[in-house]
């Protein structure tokens, strides 16, 4: 019978404690820049203009097809050469956060409003309602 030897993880419980507390700064950060996101990109992917509706479905498809290990590299690595900016590993965990979270959110409230036949007319405000209950569940 196997015992389990948790000293080692008591004996490191500070990084334990700080690993939590940056994830809940992450969460914070990412829902702080996620919603006012979330909204521009819902009313641009429920606008009836293609020029508004396309560049948000491109945003959301991106973040949802691609893994997050290949975002978050590419946050932290590619954007910072083609931007010419300096990226510390919390801004590219947040802006990777807040992108991943606000795409699905997205994508699956919309497809709930379509699936529920809603009139194009109310797409906007019943994806944008099931958005905001959602996130603050």
């Given at each position: 019978?196997?015992?389990w030897n ?60 691609t893994p ?5 590299f590419w ?63």
């Amino acid at each position: 019978m196997h015992v389990w030897n948790f000293a080692p993880v008591w004996a490191n419980a500070d990084l334990l404690a700080q690993g939590l507390v940056n994830t809940l700064k992450v969460t914070g950060a990412a829902l702080a820049f996620g919603v006012p996101l979330g909204l521009v990109l819902a009313l641009m992917r429920l606008s009836p203009a293609r020029l508004l509706r396309w560049p948000a479905s491109a945003v959301i498809e991106v973040f949802r097809t691609t893994p997050p290990l290949v975002q978050l590299f590419w946050f932290f690595f590619a954007l910072p050469i083609l931007i010419h900016v300096e990226m510390t590993p919390y801004v590219a965990a947040v802006l990777n956060v807040t992108g991943r979270r606000e795409s699905f959110l997205l994508s699956n409230q919309y497809l709930v409003s379509l699936a529920a036949r809603c009139a194009r007319r109310d797409l906007p405000s019943r994806a944008l309602t099931r958005q905001l209950a959602e996130t603050w569940k």
